[in-house]
């Protein structure tokens, strides 16, 4: 198909009502243009929609639908808005000019027409819609291609913390169903506190994602925890419990090398590591590994520490039954400001019912296997 043929070449929409003024704009566009016709407004916009033209001619005096009218309708649609409008009118009056630029006009062509001037206004419109619609198309060539990175960024994100997360269950005497309730219960909680004004800075709805597929990792430092003490039946002694302890900065360690993989200490891996290093600090200085206090204590550490001792609570131990849904939203109450943050209490308890549908949802088998370590209450 050559450049010259008349599929390439622009297409020109004339709408008026008076035959004799459609032919006199055909015979002078038909050499350059693509040409199509409407006698009336409503045609206009009937054949503009099906198949949207380059340009639109369009007489501002016509029965039943007038151009003024015609053209707000263009405008509003989206599939036309695009196509600029030159007025075709014999009238002269500026309020008229000023009216039909309102409404959308790019430019008037006075009758009788021109064809000299008529072909270059119609030429100059047009160059300006090509420099547009490359331009738009640009624009959302971009807007897809960093889309398409995003996603292939956030698959990367899930795919990194999903096979950390299996090296942890590799080693973790805890069930699948516990990683699964306590990331529900740190997204539930993070949400619960986003309009807080003492959160609402910090969790935001890329944060709160982070949170919950972070959550899974917060004991992945078990992994270097000797077979001897993750794997004893019994009560651990108190040189054992120290061993056990350190989990939590191997934890750090074991992500932060993740990140420096990433080259940035500051990766989408921060919150996984804050969880794992710091989610046994506690609210008043007594935790660990730090004995970190208050607001020192990051946020993703408090959020994942009240969520780890509720469903330690109403899960079954060696040592004891399971506790109720009830009894441990009291055992938590009573740690306000000892072990967990006070806000973060006072969320909990609003959304108390929320924990305990979780719970049930992700409830563990009969015959799983008990959990040997204490909440650290």
């Known amino acids: 198909m050559s450049a010259d043929s008349p599929e390439q070449r622009p297409t020109v929409l004339v709408v008026d009502d008076v035959p004799e003024n459609i032919a ?4 002078m566009l ?10 009336r407004g409503a045609k206009a916009l009937q054949l503009a929609a099906s198949s949207a033209p380059d340009l639109i ?3 501002v005096s016509m029965p039943e639908m007038d151009g003024y009218e015609t053209c707000r309708h263009l405008k509003a649609n989206p599939a036309t808005a695009h196509v600029p409008v030159i007025f075709l009118t014999a009238r002269t009056d500026e309020l008229e000019e000023a009216r039909g630029f309102e409404v959308g006009a790019v430019d008037y062509i006075m009758k009788p027409v021109s064809p000299p001037v008529a072909r270059a206004r119609i030429a100059s419109q ?3 819609k090509q420099a547009h619609d490359f331009l738009r198309d ?4 971009l807007e897809a291609e960093v889309q398409r990175r995003t996603r292939e960024i956030l698959q990367i994100e899930d795919a990194t913390i999903i096979a950390l997360a299996a090296l942890a269950e590799t080693r973790d005497n805890e069930t699948g169903n516990h990683i ?7 997204r539930a909680l993070a949400r619960a506190l986003r309009h807080d004004p003492h959160f609402s800075a910090q969790l935001d709805d890329r944060t709160i994602d982070l949170l919950f597929k972070s959550a899974p990792l917060h004991d992945i430092g078990k992994v270097g925890i000797p077979d001897s003490i993750l794997l004893k039946p019994g009560k651990l002694t108190a040189e054992e419990f120290e061993i056990m302890k350190t989990h939590t900065m191997l934890g750090r360690d074991a992500i932060a090398d993740a990140e420096a993989q990433c080259g940035t200490r500051n990766s989408f ?4 590591r804050e969880i794992a290093q710091y989610h046994h600090e506690k609210w008043d200085g007594s935790g660990y590994p730090e004995g970190l206090a208050g607001d020192d204590i990051p946020v993703s550490a408090r959020l994942m520490a009240l969520a780890d001792v509720y469903d330690a609570l109403i899960s079954r131990r060696v040592y004891k039954p399971a506790f109720s849904h009830e009894e441990a939203v009291r055992i938590i109450a009573e740690g306000r400001g000892r072990h967990f943050d006070p806000d973060m209490v006072d969320a909990f308890q609003g959304i108390a019912d929320e924990f305990h549908a979780i719970a049930l949802r992700f409830a563990d088998p009969e015959h799983e296997p008990q959990r040997r370590l204490p909440p650290a209450i």
């Open 30 to 39: 038909q050499d350059q243009y693509r040409v199509r016709v409407a006698n």
């Open 126 to 128: 047009l160059a300006l």
């Open 24 to 27: 006199a704009m055909v015979a």
């Open 57 to 59: 001619l369009l007489d």
């Open 180 to 186: 699964r309730r306590t990331q529900h219960y740190v």
């Open 269 to 272: 891996l921060r919150y996984a």
């Open 138 to 141: 640009r624009s959302a060539y």
